[in-house]
C-alpha cells in the first residue's frame, strides 16, 4: 500500500501549491487594477468607511447615524492615532492608486498639496452650492482648488490661545488669573522677557512646551513663509530668518528641547516640564488626556503678536472610491452643524462651520478643568484675531514645515544654529 | 517503482506505451514542476518589481500623480548620488553594519563553541540563544527604544551608577549607531549561533580526538579544525549577515524619534533604506527617486556581497593549501 500511496499524497500537494501561486499572482493582478469609474449602488447592511486621526469627535454622530433605520447604509470608523502615519500610508495609496477609505480626514497643512494641479484629480468633486456660507470663508476656500473645484469640506479650524499653568506662575509671582495673565501674551517680545523672568524663578521649569510649538505659532503669522504665491519656494526671506533666529536663540534657555508628541513631550504635561503652550481648540483634549490630575491648567484669552491658527482639518472623498456620491453625503452630514456641535463637545474642536459656532457660543459653556473657562468665547475671540490667509500655504507647505522643524530640533540637541540653517536651506533645495 | 499505479501492476498487457512515457515525464520533469513555485513567486514578487524599479528610475512620475509621467534619463540618478543626505545615509549604513555584522559573527562563534561543549541541558541553551529571534522587531525595537530613551532610559541610568554623564543615544551619531547595532545583535546573533552550531555538530568527531591524542587544548582544536571545518558555513553566514545588515529598516526607524522619521534631527541614524523610504513621500517625483537610490542600494549590496565571497574564498584557499 505504501508505493500505492505515495502518488496519491502527492497530487494534493501540487494542487496546493499551484493553486497558492495562482492566487498571489491573481491577487497582485487585483491589486494593479483600481479603476475608480465604477460606481455601485450600497444597500442597507453595506458599509462606508472613513478614517480619522487624532480625535475627530464623530463617535457619537456615527452611531446616531448607524442607529437610523432610515439611514440607506452604515458607517465606519478607523481612527488613526497620529497624522503623521496616516499621511503616510495615504500619500502611498493616493500614489499607487491602491484603495483608500470611502472618506478620508486630512490636516489642514496638506490640503494645499492636495488642491494642486496633478493632485485633485485623485479626489471626487464635491462642490455643492447650496453648502456655500456654511464655513468660515477662508476654510472653505482652502479645500477648493484655484479653478473652484470643492475637494475638501472644512472640519474644525485652530484658532490659537494660550494655555498655561497657574500654579506654576503664581510660584513665580506672575499674575496667575487669566484675565491678568493675558497682559504677558499680548506680543512675542513680553512673552519671550516674562520667559526669562520666570526661567529664573522656577529654574526646574522651562518656558514653554517644545521650540517647534513657538516656532510654529510664529510661523503663522508670516504671510510667506516658505513659498511665494506662484508655488515658488523660497525659505531665504526675512521673515522666516527672523523666526527662526528668536526660537534657537531662547532654545538654551526656555525651551524643553524635546519633540512635539513624543513621550517626553507628554510626561513634561504633568511633571512641570513647562509653563506655556500654544493653545488651538484641538489641543485641549490633549492637555486634559496628557495630565488629567494637574488642576493648574488655564487659558488666556490672548495670543502673542494678535492671533494664529494652528492646524484644521478637512473631509475629502478618494475619486477611486466605488461609491462617491453616498461618501460625500457622509462628509456632508459629519460637517454640518448638528455634528460639529457634537464633535466640538467630544473632542474640544472648534468648528470652522458657522451655524454650530453660534449654537456653541449661545451655550457658552465653561471647561471645568481649565478653571470654568468659557472655552466657545475665548476660541470665537481669537478666531477673530486670525489674518485671513496668513500664512500662505503653498503646494509643498507640508513638507518645508517638516525640514523646518527638524532644523530646530538639530539646534535643540546642541548644534549650531547657522550650520543647522545651511543643511535645512540645502534639503529644501533638494525637495 | 514508486510510479507504477495500481491498475498498471494488475494488468501489465494494458496500454502501458502511454503508461511508460507519462512514468519517464515523470521522472524527467516532475523535479522542475516541484521547484517552479518558488520561481514563479520568485518572477511574481522579486523580479519584476526589480525590473519595474528599474524601469521606472529613468521617469518623472509627479507626487500624487495617477501615472507614470516622461522619460527623464539618468535624472533621477543624478539627484540621489548628489544628495548630501544619501551620502549620509551611506555612511551611517556602513557604519551600523561594521558594528552589528562583524561582533554578531564573532560572538555567534564564540556561543556555538561554547553550545557545542557537553553542557548540562543542551537543548534548552540552544532554544534559549534564539528566543530573541521569536521576539517580533516591532516590540524589540520598542523595548529597546525604552532602554536607549535619553532621557528616562535604563541605560543612561545604569550608565549613572557609575557615575558616567547620560550618553545622547538619538544625537550622537556613533552613539546611535551602537544602540541599533546592539539591537540587530540582539536579535540575529542567536540565529546565526545556530546555523554555526550545526555545522560544528558535523565536524567528525575523531579529529578531535586524534588531536587530542597529539596533545591538542581545546584552543588549538577550535583553530585548527573547528574554524576550518565550519568555513563553507562561516562563508554563508558572512554573506547573508551582509546582506541583511546593508538593509536594516526596522530598528533604526521605530527608534527615531524624529517626526519627519528621517533617522535623528542630523540623519545621523538614517540608512540607505530609510533614504529610499523616506524618498517614496518626498514632495518631487517620489517614486522615481526612491526607485533609483534602490537600485544604487542594490548594487552596492550585489558589490558588497561579492567581495565578500571573493576575500572568504581567498582566505580559504589559502587554508586548505
Redesign the interface.
Known amino acids: 500500500m505504501s508505493?500505492?500511496s505515495?502518488?496519491w499524497h502527492r497530487r494534493p500537494r501540487?494542487a496546493l501549491?499551484?493553486c497558492?501561486?495562482a492566487s498571489?499572482?491573481a491577487g497582485?493582478t487585483a491589486c494593479g487594477g483600481g479603476d475608480g469609474d465604477e460606481q455601485s449602488s450600497l444597500g442597507k447592511d453595506d458599509t462606508l468607511t472613513i478614517t480619522t486621526f487624532s480625535e475627530f469627535g464623530y463617535d457619537e454622530q456615527i452611531e446616531k447615524w448607524n442607529a437610523d433605520p432610515e439611514r440607506p447604509f452604515k458607517i465606519k470608523q478607523t481612527k488613526i492615532a497620529e497624522w503623521?502615519t496616516w499621511k503616510?500610508s495615504m500619500?502611498?495609496a493616493?500614489?499607487a492608486?491602491t484603495e483608500l477609505p470611502d472618506v478620508i480626514a486630512v490636516e489642514g497643512d496638506a490640503m494645499a498639496?492636495?488642491v494642486?494641479e496633478?493632485?485633485n484629480?485623485?479626489f471626487a468633486d464635491i462642490s455643492d452650492p447650496e453648502l456655500d456660507g456654511r464655513w468660515v470663508e477662508y476654510a472653505y476656500k482652502a479645500g477648493q482648488t484655484t479653478d473652484g473645484k470643492q475637494i475638501g469640506y472644512p472640519t474644525d479650524i485652530g484658532p490659537e490661545a494660550m494655555c498655561y499653568r497657574a500654579d506654576l506662575f503664581e510660584k513665580a509671582g506672575l499674575p496667575s488669573e487669566p484675565a491678568d495673565a493675558a497682559a504677558l501674551f499680548k506680543d512675542w517680545d513680553t512673552y519671550y522677557k516674562t520667559g526669562e523672568e520666570f526661567t529664573k524663578k522656577v529654574p526646574q521649569t522651562k518656558w514653554y512646551d517644545a521650540s517647534g510649538s513657538v516656532a510654529q505659532a510664529m510661523l503663522n503669522q508670516v504671510e510667506f513663509p516658505f513659498q511665494t504665491e506662484d508655488q515658488k519656494v523660497n525659505v531665504e526671506n526675512d521673515e522666516l530668518k527672523a523666526v527662526y533666529d528668536t526660537v534657537t536663540k531662547y532654545s538654551p534657555t526656555l525651551s524643553t528641547k524635546?519633540?512635539?508628541?513624543?513621550?517626553?513631550w507628554q510626561?513634561n504635561f504633568t511633571n512641570d516640564g513647562f509653563a506655556t503652550m500654544p493653545c488651538p481648540g484641538w489641543m485641549f483634549a490633549n492637555i486634559k488626556s496628557s495630565a488629567p490630575d494637574v488642576t493648574g491648567w488655564r487659558i488666556a484669552d490672548a495670543f502673542p503678536g494678535g492671533g494664529g491658527n494652528w492646524g484644521g482639518s478637512f473631509l475629502a472623498v478618494p475619486a477611486s472610491g466605488a461609491h462617491t456620491e453616498e461618501a460625500q453625503e457622509v462628509a456632508n452630514y459629519l460637517t454640518n452643524a448638528d455634528s460639529q456641535v457634537s464633535a466640538s463637545k467630544a473632542a474640544g474642536n472648534f468648528p470652522g462651520n458657522l451655524e454650530a459656532q453660534k449654537t456653541l457660543q449661545s451655550e457658552n459653556a465653561e471647561d471645568p478643568y481649565f478653571g470654568n473657562a468659557k472655552t466657545t468665547e475665548i476660541l470665537t475671540n481669537r478666531a477673530a484675531a486670525v489674518t485671513p490667509g496668513v500664512p500662505f500655504k503653498g503646494?509643498?507647505y507640508s513638507?518645508v514645515l517638516?525640514?523646518f522643524?527638524?532644523?530646530i530640533?538639530?539646534v535643540?540637541?546642541?548644534?549650531d544654529p547657522e550650520t543647522?540653517w545651511t543643511?535645512f536651506v540645502?534639503?529644501v533645495g533638494?525637495? | 517503482?514508486?510510479?507504477?499505479?495500481?491498475q498498471a501492476s494488475r494488468s501489465p498487457q494494458g496500454p502501458s506505451a502511454l503508461r511508460q512515457r507519462l512514468s519517464r515525464w515523470d521522472v524527467k520533469y516532475a523535479p522542475y514542476?516541484?521547484v517552479a513555485?518558488f520561481f514563479?513567486?520568485f518572477a511574481?514578487?522579486g523580479l519584476y518589481p526589480l525590473l519595474y524599479t528599474g524601469y521606472l528610475s529613468f521617469f518623472s512620475?509627479?507626487?500624487?500623480?495617477?501615472t507614470v509621467g516622461d522619460p527623464v534619463g539618468w535624472a533621477n540618478y543624478v539627484?540621489v548620488i548628489t544628495?548630501?543626505?544619501f551620502h549620509k545615509a551611506l555612511v551611517n549604513t556602513v557604519g551600523i553594519f561594521l558594528l552589528s555584522s562583524v561582533p554578531q559573527v564573532i560572538i555567534a562563534t564564540v556561543i556555538a563553541a561554547l553550545l557545542d561543549t557537553n553542557l548540562r541541558g543542551r537543548s534548552w541553551w540552544r532554544m534559549s540563544v534564539l528566543l530573541p529571534y521569536v521576539v517580533a522587531p516591532a516590540a524589540a525595537a520598542l523595548i529597546w527604544s525604552a532602554i536607549f530613551?535619553?532621557?528616562?532610559g535604563l541605560a543612561n541610568q545604569m550608565l549613572g551608577v557609575i557615575g558616567i554623564d547620560p550618553i545622547?543615544w538619538h544625537?550622537d551619531r556613533f552613539a546611535s549607531w551602537t544602540a541599533i547595532a546592539t539591537m540587530v545583535n540582539w536579535r540575529w546573533t542567536g540565529y546565526n549561533t545556530l546555523i554555526i552550531l550545526a555545522a560544528m555538530q558535523a565536524v567528525p568527531r575523531d579529529l578531535y580526538e586524534s588531536a587530542s591524542l597529539d596533545g591538542a587544548g581545546s584552543g588549538r582544536q577550535f583553530w585548527n579544525i573547528t574554524l576550518p571545518s565550519i568555513r563553507p558555513t562561516m562563508i554563508f553566514v558572512i554573506v547573508t549577515s551582509t546582506m541583511g545588515g546593508l538593509q536594516i529598516f526596522t530598528e533604526p526607524r521605530l527608534f527615531d524619534?524624529?517626526?519627519?522619521?528621517?533617522g535623528g534631527?542630523?540623519y545621523q541614524f538614517q540608512t540607505l533604506t530609510m533614504y529610499v523610504f523616506n524618498t517614496?513621500?518626498?514632495?518631487?517625483d517620489?517614486?522615481p527617486r526612491a526607485a533609483a537610490a534602490a537600485w544604487l542600494l542594490f548594487l552596492l549590496i550585489v558589490g558588497v556581497a561579492l567581495l565578500n565571497f571573493v576575500i572568504t574564498r581567498a582566505i580559504q584557499n589559502r587554508g586548505a593549501r
Open positions: 508505493n500505492n505515495k502518488p501540487t501549491a499551484a497558492a501561486v498571489l499572482v497582485l503623521d503616510e500619500t502611498k493616493l500614489q492608486g498639496a492636495l494642486a496633478g493632485a484629480e485623485q524635546v519633540v512635539q508628541w513624543g513621550e517626553d510626561a503646494d509643498k513638507d517638516g525640514l522643524q527638524t532644523a530640533q538639530r535643540d540637541e546642541g548644534e543647522s543643511t540645502g534639503a533638494n525637495l | 517503482m514508486l510510479k507504477t499505479s495500481p514542476l516541484f513555485p514563479i513567486v511574481a514578487i512620475w509627479p507626487r500624487f500623480g495617477g539627484h544628495d548630501p543626505v530613551a535619553d532621557k528616562s545622547g544625537t524619534t524624529n517626526l519627519q522619521h528621517q534631527a542630523n517614496a513621500n518626498s514632495a518631487t517620489p517614486y
